[in-house]
């Protein structure tokens, strides 16, 4: 049944036809501007073909649908029909923007400037025409005091502090005259460790400024820690929460590979993910494998190659070590890792087993199935092209007659 499925979905894409899109190339394809008496801007855009064949295409001009204000008759482009474009090719064209003296409501307000195809590829149950379109958004100040941020606390280490920062823009007419933000950190079980205040600064209207500040780390252990950042504009509050780590020097081992071949040279992979917010250098393993004594078997043991981890990062290291003379069975082993002068150790279990009793790797569904029935599956898809093909004739047959008849009646 499963194989059904796939086999028809894989059909449905042989069946249908190709889309080529076609896109716009330009300098700047989305662009954000507050809004000023009389503002002309100029852009220039070109249609990127790629329909396989020459193709016409059609430039306009509308707002985002939601939008209280219609702007379009304030852009004008240098044409608005382009003919004879060749596939593979770029057609230029240009819109200009000249705003009014005035615009009543505030806010955002999309423009969309676009081109799409004139003929349609395809036919029958699927048809197709492609078009692309970019974005000029104009800001309108609003009358009140009205700031949009963003908040951030960047991850540090233990004993050391992590920068905080708001990113204020005032949307409003008036100016803001004092901005500032504080910091409340809170620990995994919401306690409420830690208080800090950002620097404090006045927003021009339409003007972004970022208010920073540190929090100091001395006396948190390393974990994750929630923030509530809370913005003061001229006496106006609101709250944003932010999630930063505080990492220590350690590199945990989190996970191996575990199943090995008796009486062969074997690759062992090892998972070692950083808990530092700094890079760490020459970071290797010792991999020591022990007999039922708990004797290390130096003949049996490895060191892998040497790694270096970005800050939070995971990553393979691996070794290769000898498992000639062992008996197939399960084996305690020991992981040491070594990084700047610390270790890591891990206890653990490998197995072996006889090289004549190696699992047999699954294969995907579709690929065994159509290795194991490539005759029948290449006989159903030739069916299913066939009956799809005659009932596409039929169906033109049918129409032609219908559209005879129609025309005898009136002969």
């Known amino acids: 049944m499963k194989a059904c499925k ?3 979905i894989f059909l449905f894409f042989i069946i249908i036809p190709s889309v080529y899109p076609m896109g716009l190339v330009a300098p700047i394809l989305r662009d954000s501007f507050f809004f000023e008496p009389g503002l002309e801007k100029i852009y220039t855009y070109n249609i990127r073909t790629n329909s396989g064949f020459t193709q016409d295409y059609e430039l306009y001009v509308i707002m985002r649908s939601d939008s209280k204000v219609n702007l379009t008759k304030y852009v004008a482009l240098d044409k608005y029909y382009i003919e004879n474009v060749p596939t593979d090719s770029l057609a230029p064209f240009t819109a200009t923007i000249k705003l009014p003296q005035k615009i009543d409501i505030p806010g955002r307000h999309e423009i969309r400037i676009g081109a799409r195809e004139t003929k349609t590829l395809g036919g029958g149950d ?6 692309s379109e970019a974005i000029v958004i104009v ?3 609003y009358p009140h005091k009205y700031v949009e941020w963003g908040f951030n606390v960047e991850n540090c280490n233990v004993n050391e502090s992590c920068d905080f920062s708001f990113s204020a823009t005032n949307f409003g007419e008036p100016k803001i005259e004092k901005a500032f933000g504080k910091v409340e950190i809170y620990n995994p079980d919401s306690k409420l460790i830690r208080t800090a205040y950002s620097d404090e600064k006045s927003i021009e209207p339409s003007k972004t400024e970022t208010l920073t500040g540190k929090i100091s780390t001395i006396g948190m252990e390393a974990g994750s820690y929630r923030a509530v950042g809370t913005l003061d504009y001229d006496g106006n509050t609101s709250q944003k929460e932010a999630a930063f780590l505080v990492g220590k020097l350690s590199v945990d081992v989190t ?3 575990k199943v090995f071949y008796a009486n062969a040279t074997e690759k062992m992979e090892i998972t070692i993910s950083s808990g530092w917010n700094s890079k760490i250098d020459y970071i290797y393993a010792d991999v020591e494998i022990l007999n039922n004594d708990n004797i290390v078997l130096d003949k049996n043991s490895c060191r892998t190659i040497s790694e270096s981890l970005n ?15 062992l008996t197939p069975q399960n084996y305690s082993i020991r992981i040491i890792l070594n990084y700047e002068g610390a270790q890591t150790v891990k ?3 490998i197995q072996l087993i006889p090289l004549e009793k190696a699992p047999e790797v699954e294969k995907p569904l579709l690929s065994k199935y159509l290795l194991e029935n490539t005759a029948a599956l290449w006989i159903i898809i030739m069916v299913i092209l066939i009956a799809n093909i005659a009932w596409m004739v039929l169906r033109n047959k049918k129409s032609k007659e219908k559209d005879q ?3 005898n009646k009136y002969r």
């Open 311 to 325: 800050p939070w990062q995971s990553k393979n290291i691996y070794g290769y070590f000898s498992t000639v003379g």
């Open 405 to 407: 008849k129609e025309k």
């Open 126 to 131: 699927f048809g197709v025409k492609t078009g």
């Open 347 to 349: 206890h653990s279990t």
């Open 6 to 8: 796939l086999i028809h």
């Open 139 to 141: 800001i309108v100040l």
């Open 255 to 257: 996970d191996h590979k």
